[in-house]
Structures are given as C-alpha cells and as structure tokens.
C-alpha cells in the first residue's frame, strides 16, 4: 500500500517538476531574448543621441566658425564664444586654437564642472599636439568620473575650434545594473566604454567575440562573451556618418537571476507541496496499511498453524468487512479443528488403549495355550510314548510317525504361544527377548543378523514389550520388503534414553514408502514408540539400505530428546 | 532309592510324570508342589535328592524360585522341566 502511495506521490509530482523545469526553460529565454532587444533599444538610442550631437555640435561649430570674430580672429573674438555655449546644454569647454596649436581662447566651464573641463583641456592640447584631434573626427574619452566628447572644426586663418561636451551615455532605460556600453570605431579600435574605459578604451578588439559580430553585421542581436570575458546578452547598432559601432551588453546572469530565482521559489514551492503530498500519503497510506498489515499479521499466524483475528476499529468500512469475514474464517476454523484435534486424541487414545488390550490379550491367550494346550499335549505325549513303548516293532513307522505328529503339534504350540507373547520377555528381559527373537528371525529368513546389546536394560514390562515389539515389527519389515542379505541390530544407552536402530543392507525404502499410510508396520511403530514418549526416524538410501531409528525414554513420563 | 519332588501346576503333567517315575525301580515321587512358594516349602521340610521344576510357576518366576532352592538346599540337583528351548534359558537356570 505504500509503495502504491509512493508510486502515485511520484506520478503525480514528476510531471509536475516537470512542468516547472520547461516553463523556466521558456522563461529563460523570453528572458535573455527580452534583454537582447532591451539592448538593442538601448544601443540605437545611445547611437541616436550621439549621431545627434555629433550633428548638432558641427552644425554649430560651423555656424560659430563662420562669424566674423572666429574667421577672422583677434583678441577680442573670444567674447563671442561665450555667446555661443548656451546652444550646448551638455557643454563642457570651448577652445579656439590657432594654426600652431596655442590656445587662443577658452569658455569657461560651469562652476560645477570645473574638474572635468580643466581634465577635457589637458586631453584637447595633448590630442591636437599628437594629431589624433582631427576636423570632424569626434572623439570621446572619460574624465574624471564623466564621458567627454570632443569635436573640432577648422575656422578662418589655420584656426581651430574645438567643442567639449559631457554626452549622456549611460544607458537609463535599461534596468540591468551590469549594463555595459561599448563603442568601437571603424578599425576596431575602442572609442568608449562604461566598464573599465581607463583598461579598454584605444584597444584593438575587432577580433573578439561581440566586437567581432557587431563590426560585421552592423546591427543585430546575440548573446556572447565580451571583450572582458563575461557572458552577456548583446544589442548593436551602426552609426554611419561616425562610422562607429554601439553595442550594448546586460550581463546574463543578471537577466537569469530574477528567472532562477522565480525557478528556486517554485522548487521550494514544489518541494513543500511534495512534503504536505508525502505526508498526506504517508498519513492515508497509515491508515489504510495498519488494518491491513493486522489483517496480513493474522494471516501470517494462521498460515503459520495457530490462531488469530484481527481487532479493527479503525480504517476503510471495506477493510473491516473484510477483516470481519477473516475473523469469521478463523473462528469456524477454530472451531473444526478443535472438533478434529480432539477426534484426533480420541483415537489415538483408543488406538493405543487396543495395543495395550491387544498385549493383554496376546499374553492371556498365549497363556491359556501354554498351560491348557502345551500340558495336555506334554501329557499326551508322555502318555503316548508310554504305550508306544508296547508297540510292535513291526508297527515301528507308525509309532515313529506318531510321535514326529506329536512334537510338530508341540513345537507348533509353542511357537504359536511364544509369538502371542513370549514368555522370555517377562522370565528373562528385553535382551534375552531381543537376543531370541534376532536368532529366529536368521532361522526363518536366512538373513544374518548382528545384534549389539548392552549389558543391562532397565525398561518397565509395558516399555520393555513395546519395544520388543518394535523391533519385532522393524525385523519382519526386513524380512518382508528389504531383500536384505544383511541386518545389524544395536541396542544402546543414550543419557536417559534407550536408542535401537535397526540398519539391513537392502533395497533402500523410498519417501513415498516412508510416508504411505499404508505402510502398515512402519505406522505400528511409530503409534507403539509414541505411547511411551518414543520418537521414530525412517531414512532410505536407494541400493544402499533402510535404517529404523528407534528412541525410548527409559524412565515413564519422560519424552525422548531424540 | 532316588526321592523326587515334583514342581509344576499342571495336574495332568505332575500325573504323566508320576506314571512314567512308577515304572522305575529306583525312583520315587515323594513329594509335589503347584506353587513357587509350595516348592520353597517342601524343599526346607523333606529330604530330596533330585526337584523337578517347571519354570512356569503361577505366583512366582521359576528362575527366582530355582535360585531360592540353590540357596536353602545347594547339594540338591534340580531337573528343570519346560517348553523354553531357548538356549538363554538353559545359561540362565545354570547361573
């Protein structure tokens, strides 16, 4: 019953984890397809905006470039600068260089952005001295906490201006805290980077993983490993008049967390439903398994040859009917065996109270023949001798037969008295009996009989006679079946019991033989041994013999440990 | 003259036996028992020189009677008379 609870716990709960592990496989990748296109978003955002200030800043530049005190600058052009920065909401600085690189004039920052901007003058002087400041070629680098992009543009005279803003690049629309924003120009060079732009920025990665697939395919998604080796999930995108690549990365564990831990709230979830379903199996499979297993206990008493019902006061109505129609079972089977067992004591007591009468018997008749048949035969035949003695001697065959008819008629009458009951049991012993009877049995049956008595055999006259008699019956079972040439009879003391086997060298009797019921002799035996506590073992061995152990508890009362 | 006490229960044997003793010359029954404890009797009171015995005695085992016999009266022989032919018979009454 609780493997059948168990089975149906797991039948039903498997499909269930099931169930779980696909829709967290589903979400997984709703997920991870989710922040790609988040991504993407984020990158033609970002693209947007710098492809718009970048638009912006030139069209300003070249408007500003174009006024008279820039094309044709003097001293007093930088006034005019000034005029101008309020067109640049993110602006940081404003330079105007002259044809050897000198600072002419410069905006002066916010007050809030003083750190940044004098940091974006350093950059500026050192880019335009080392040539990598070229007309219309933006550049980004990060300063002092904050993305800063420059532009220059040529004005009047070999003169050049240069415009520094602090573009927003940092990717807001994007939840995932592990945003990376990457720029890469059209060499594969890092323009900027959120992550780390002091490691990477001026760096070649054309040839890594994103990098790599953003260079080639302008614009798209994937998830990948990024120049830094994290898994991400990527967005990229193209901005043509830059000729810049924008690519967006969220890093995939963090858009897995959320999902894996939704997925380890529905295993705990699993997990408790799966103990409340246990224990509830556990608590049904209870109730139902202790009738039952009360039931299958009686059951087990009953097959085991005793009694026993079962008490049910609890459980399915259905179990306890059926407990109830068990009980009523064993009550009526109870009830017949008893009536058998003491029929069976009843004739076991009548059948051993006719071997006792039967002895008796046996021992009044032979009595009877003894003194009345033996003496007046002894008397006849004196009596006949005695006037045989005047006979002719030409009536000498018939006096000879006479007397030849006269002893047979006396041996036969001893013999039979003796077979009734020989008298040499109860005048010299069980051994002198049992010594006799082995030498008329090799006198009858021509079979050699070795015989190994002890010395002194102290049984009670009803003991000692059955006894002989089993030995007698164990002889003429020799005789009769064995086709033995050969039985070795011992007589020996054992403890407080008296052992007598009886081995021949004959066919060997078979265990159908042994358990026949009608195996008349081997069933006397065993009902004689029984009367007085004996105990029998019959063994067999095909071609080999047949060997009857007999053990009789010398002392009455006692039952043999045989 | 050879006196002879007869020991047997049996009328018709301690008869058939007198008949046959009677026909001697030398021989005289002088005495007969049906019991063990007749034969213990005669033998302490009479003079025998031969006590035939049977050893189917009814108030006692012949051979316990024999034994008593070889005890109160060693010189007497005694003839024992019986069906037994067993030789465990005959090793017996000589013990």
Known sequence: MRAWLATFTVVTVLPLLVLLVAIFAIQVRREQRDARETALRSARVTAARLTSLYADSISLLERLAARPGIADFDSSG??????????????????LFDRGGTLLCAAQPQPDDVAVSTAARQWIVSDLRAGRLVARKPLMRFLAGRWASAVALEAGNGSRLVLVQLPDIEVHDVVASTTVVTIVDRDGI????????????????????????????????????????????????????????????????????????????????????????????MLLSNVLARPINALARAAGIVAAGAYGTVDISRGPREI??????????????????????????????????????????????????HDDLGQSLTALKMDVLGLLQSVEPTHAAVRDRVVRTLDSIVTAVQRIASELRPSILDDLGLGAAIESEARLFEERTAIECELSLPDQIELDPARAAATYRII???????????NATRVELRVRRRGGDLLVDVRDDGCGITAEEIDDPGSLGLIGIRERASIIGGTVTVEGIAGRGTIVSVCIPLQAGERSQA | MITVLIADDHDIVREGIKQIVSETT??????????????????????????????????????????????????????????????SYAARCLC
Request: hydrophobic share 45%; aromatic share 6%.
């Open chain 2, 26 to 87: 030398d021989i005289v029954v002088g005495g007969e028992a049906r019991t063990g404890a007749e034969t213990i009797e005669q033998a302490k009171s009479g003079t025998w020189d031969v006590i035939m015995l049977d050893l189917n005695l009814p108030d006692r085992p012949g051979l316990d009677v024999l034994a008593q016999l070889r005890a109160i009266a060693p010189h007497v022989p005694v003839l024992v008379l019986t069906m037994h032919h067993q030789a």
């Open chain 1, 78 to 95: 930088c006034d005019s600068l000034f005029a101008v920065t309020d067109f640049f909401p993110q602006y940081a600085d404003l330079l």
């Open chain 1, 190 to 281: 890092v323009v900027a980077r959120t992550a780390e732009p002091e490691r990477w920025i001026g760096r070649y990665v054309a040839n890594r993983g994103v990098a790599a697939t953003a260079m080639r395919e302008k614009e798209g998604q994937t998830a990948d490993i990024g120049i830094d080796g994290v898994s991400r999930q990527y967005g990229f995108t193209y901005i043509p008049r830059m000729e810049w690549h924008v690519y967006v990365g969220v890093a995939t564990d963090e858009v897995m967390a959320p999902v894996r831990s939704t997925f380890l709230r529905g295993i705990a979830a699993g997990a408790a439903i799966l103990l409340l379903v246990a224990l509830a199996a």
């Open chain 1, 472 to 482: 007698q019956e164990a002889l003429t079972n020799v005789a009769r079946h064995s």
């Open chain 1, 320 to 369: 306890a009917q059926l407990a109830q129609a068990f009980n009523a079972m064993v009550e009526s089977r109870t009830a017949f065996e008893k009536t058998m067992a003491e029929s069976e004591r009843n004739l076991k007591a009548l059948s051993d109270r006719l071997l006792v009468v039967q002895e008796q018997e046996r021992t009044r008749i032979a009595r009877e023949v």
